[in-house]
């Protein structure tokens, strides 16, 4: 890693897939950080709800605290650790997520951050709604000379098959994976390479100021995977095709909500038609490491698929 960084790096979603990778790098690396979270839980855990104002300036709160135990009894100063430089966004949970991601950029530069590393999706591109606008803003406010900033457009995590509660719930009970991606591939990618990628745009001397579009080294379909699960867990693991409608009620029937369910749905049609079949070499360029295969981190996993015992 080419830094010099002693400030504090905010990491919003410390705790999540992608920003507790992200903060456990950067410990790894020696680089102070905040882990934004509802709860605050960890030991450099703060309180942060995107819907409770009142709690944004918490992080910069814990930052000058911090960097006050850093003061040279000699002279006075403080080490050079006193306020958050980069942040990690990350967007609340809510459709509509870009009008206050725009007000905490705003927020967060009147109180001395100056790169702006967000975590948006390889599916939207600046302008679209939600990220697509936060990325179009941090663009512009960079032509300004206003930040530093990158935007991450991850493709599907590979972790989405052992996390979300609808694929590991068919998997265990049913031997089955639900998609509507037909014969659609994608380029599968870990979260562990996402937050290598974020790390660098958070923490090299250079501001990256540019978009990283992070894929998998591999394009696998949903048959794809589920041909490697049934090696892995040596039962007969089926990939279910459904249509775009049947996805979007399944996915309501497990607590989704309809416009989300919708979207979500659209996604799935969008890889049918190949909007993800690509891949590159960002992973490898940033990190100097090629990304991790998906059989590597099914196997890595592979528990979780196991059914219940009664």
Request: glycine share 8%; proline share 5%; with cysteine.
């Amino acid at each position: 890693m080419t830094t010099s960084q002693t400030n504090p790096v905010l990491v919003l979603g410390g705790t999540g897939t992608v920003g507790s990778r992200i903060a456990k790098q950067l410990s790894a690396a020696s680089v102070p950080a905040l882990a934004a979270s509802r709860n605050g839980t960890g030991a450099d855990g703060v309180v942060f709800d995107w819907e409770d104002r009142k709690t944004w300036e918490n992080p910069f709160k814990a930052a000058a605290k911090a960097s006050s135990k850093g003061r040279d009894e000699a002279t006075g100063n403080t080490s050079g650790s006193s306020r958050i430089k980069s942040v990690f966004l990350l967007a609340p949970p809510v459709l509509d997520s870009a009008p206050i991601m725009m007000e905490f950029v705003d927020f967060a530069r009147q109180r001395g951050a100056r790169r702006f590393v967000l975590l948006s999706a390889s599916a939207i591109e600046a302008g679209e709604p939600a990220m697509g606008k936060v990325h179009a803003y941090l663009r512009e406010l960079g032509c300004r000379g206003e930040v530093d900033w990158a935007v991450l457009r991850p493709t599907w995590f590979q972790q989405n098959v052992a996390e979300q509660e609808g694929h590991v719930r068919s998997l265990r009970e049913e031997s089955k994976l639900y998609s509507a991606t037909g014969e659609g591939k994608i380029p599968w990618v870990s979260a562990d390479d996402i937050a290598a990628v974020a790390v660098q745009a958070l923490t090299r001397k250079d501001p990256p100021n540019t978009e990283f579009v992070i894929l998998g080294p591999q394009l696998l379909s949903y048959d794809d995977l589920a041909e490697i699960l049934t090696e892995l867990l040596g039962r007969k693991i089926v990939h279910v095709d459904l249509s775009t409608r049947d996805l979007e009620e399944r996915h309501q029937s497990l607590g989704m909500p309809e416009n989300y369910a919708r979207m979500m749905s659209s996604l799935d049609n969008a890889i049918k038609v190949g909007s993800e079949n690509r891949v590159n070499d960002v992973v490898l360029s940033v990190t100097g490491r090629a990304p991790k295969p998906f059989r590597e981190f099914a196997e890595s996993v592979k528990s979780v698929w196991e059914p219940a015992v009664a």
